[in-house]
């Protein structure tokens, strides 16, 4: 399957990315900017999530939550997210509704701050906080996706703090800091602009041009702190978390090749046989022969700069200490240096990677959305066609070679989840 990709620059910087698609009468606006936590200075930790419910609170044409009720007025869906090294905004809307969805990125990317007030920010802050208590602090192993970072990096590393952020630094935020944030990285050269699904190649053109052009370029952003850090963690890091809990979880990381490299489809396709879905080598023999978890997985975090990490995360079965769960996963874990990856193994994951790849690519939001991610790591969008064949050429060495290189003990961390009471006694 080859996705349709022309991409070009504006004169400001914003590079565009077309993928067009007559199979559904939708089109999908997708907008990354290439900013996330890891852009955040020491004291203002959450400001990357923090800005994006603030892009949601109007523009100088736009009010304060109108772009949601214009886009389902339109028929349309919309939202945003954000992670370590990007934030991204979209819309899928019918095919004729294009228009709106392109004026209202682009009139908050040009024309976001004479609409920002002390009281939105003040309102938004708090959204935050309470985002951070529901989802973090009050929710079962909700902390593990800011303390696995933290003991993966070390504490000068960008990805090493929260990435929503702490309450303190939250409550510091002030005005000035968020202006400050908003011309340093939501410049249209610090962006790319997607659209894919059903549209005209030259209304969408000039609808870009007439929307997007006259935004003025930015100032080069900062760069960011060094992100290089031993391709091991030279050792076996462990931390173990008291929560209010019933079971135990384990979530034991590797370092690993970045996203996009040679030795990533390696790691990812290890990852799958580990733990992608009922067949996996964890699943049959640690949820159906020895029953010491009732759930487990192993994925990558696809991180594009310093190192990736290769996560299996294990919840154990009733009765199943977290000792015991530990034990087992290693045990599994160093089995595959004597049971080795096998080519009708790999053959099998490839064929899962691919249907969940084309099935993605189906949908217009998840394909414009994927386009933007290889537009905005590595300046090409087209390299989506290339990712299958890449996984194809993998060969049963080359994964059992990456187990021998980074799933050893001097490449290990372990964020152990205990019931409170069980720690107690």
């Not at 994006?52 to 214009?70: D, R, T």
């Not at 959204?127 to 993966?152: C, F, H, I, M």
Request: glycine fraction near 6%; charged fraction near 25%.
């Amino acid at each position: 399957m080859q996705i349709s990709v022309e991409s070009y620059r504006l004169a400001n910087g914003l590079l565009v990315t077309l993928s067009e698609d007559k199979s559904a009468p939708v089109v999908a606006v997708n907008l990354w900017y290439h900013v996330g936590s890891a852009n955040e200075r020491d004291g203002r930790t959450g400001f990357a999530h923090l800005f994006e419910h603030m892009l949601f609170q109007g523009s100088e044409h736009v009010g304060a939550n109108e772009h949601f009720e214009l886009i389902q007025r339109a028929g349309g869906t919309l939202n945003g997210s954000t992670w370590l090294d990007r934030t991204n905004y979209f819309e899928t809307v019918p095919s004729n509704q294009l228009a709106i969805a392109l004026w209202l990125e682009a009139d908050r990317m040009g024309r976001l701050l004479p609409a920002m007030t002390q009281q939105k920010l003040d309102t938004q802050r708090d959204v935050v906080k309470n985002e951070r208590r529901w989802s973090v602090d009050n929710q079962p192993y909700g902390t593990w996706w800011e303390r696995l970072p933290a003991l993966a990096f070390p504490p000068s590393h960008p990805f090493h703090h929260s990435l929503i952020g702490s309450m303190e630094d939250l409550s510091d935020a002030s005005l000035d800091d968020v202006a400050q944030f908003f011309r340093t990285y939501y410049t249209p050269n610090n962006a790319v602009l997607t659209i894919a699904g059903d549209f005209d190649r030259d209304e969408a053109r000039a609808l870009i041009q007439e929307y997007f052009g006259a935004i003025p370029r930015g100032e080069d952003k900062p760069p960011l702190r060094p992100m290089e850090v031993s391709p091991r963690f030279d050792g076996w890091r462990r931390e173990v978390v008291e929560d209010d809990v019933v079971l135990p979880r384990l979530f034991l990381a590797f370092r690993s090749p970045v996203f996009g490299s040679d030795g990533y489809f390696s790691a990812s396709i290890c990852a799958a046989v580990l733990g992608m879905r009922k067949g996996s080598r964890l699943y049959r023999a640690l949820v159906r022969e020895r029953q010491v978890a009732s759930e487990v997985s192993a994925f990558t975090f696809d991180l594009s700069k310093g190192s990736d990490l290769l996560i299996v995360d294990a919840t154990a079965h009733p009765g199943i200490s977290a000792a015991e769960l530990e034990t087992a996963v290693t045990e599994e874990i160093a089995g595959l240096r004597i049971r080795k990856i096998s080519t009708e193994e790999i053959e099998r994951v490839v064929a899962l990677i691919e249907t969940d790849l084309l099935s993605t690519l189906q949908s217009a939001g998840e394909r414009a959305d994927k386009l933007s991610q290889f537009a905005t790591y590595f300046g090409d969008a087209a390299m989506v066609n290339t990712q299958l064949s890449r996984y194809r050429d993998v060969t049963a060495d080359e994964v059992n070679s990456f187990v021998q290189e980074f799933l050893g003990d001097d490449n290990r961390i372990s964020l152990v989840y205990v019931p409170r009471t069980t720690a107690a006694a």
